[in-house]
């Protein structure tokens, strides 16, 4: 089981990037799915999750309106939009598989993690 997150890089403040994260090998459609993101000396936070269906979503205060979660389930991917970047979102990103349908935003809902991304925001 593998969850293979994609898609960060490095982006002026103000910018945008997409990231994507793909399962293998299982499919997680009757799981919620979260992002979180650790920036260098910090702790892992929440940024967003979403639940099996799509039907809820929760973000993170300081990403609100700026971020967008979603998913498809037929290709067992989830996305994250990331608009309007600042250096403040600079950190390693990682995508989970949670152990229900909904999930808090506590990291022990979650059972599955993959690898991070790395984001960086210039200012």
């Known amino acids: 089981v593998q969850l293979q997150a994609s898609g960060g890089g490095l982006v002026q403040a103000g910018g945008s990037l997409r990231l994507s994260c793909a399962a293998s090998?299982?499919?997680?459609?009757?799981?919620?799915m979260g992002w979180f993101r650790q920036a260098p000396g910090k702790e892992r936070e929440f940024v967003a999750n979403?639940?099996?269906?799509?039907?809820?979503?929760f973000y993170a205060d300081s990403v609100k309106g700026r971020f967008t979660i979603s998913r498809d389930n037929a290709k067992n991917t989830v996305t994250l939009e990331m608009h309007n970047l600042k250096p403040e979102d600079t950190a390693d990103y990682y995508c989970?598989?949670?152990?229900?349908?909904?999930?808090?935003?506590?990291?022990?809902?979650?059972?599955?993690w993959g690898q991070g991304t790395q984001v960086t925001v210039s200012s």
């Open positions: 989970a598989a949670a152990r229900g349908a909904i999930a808090s935003s506590g990291p022990g809902d979650y059972t599955y």
């Open positions: 090998r299982r499919t997680f459609s009757n799981n919620a």
């Open positions: 979403i639940s099996w269906n799509g039907g809820r979503r």
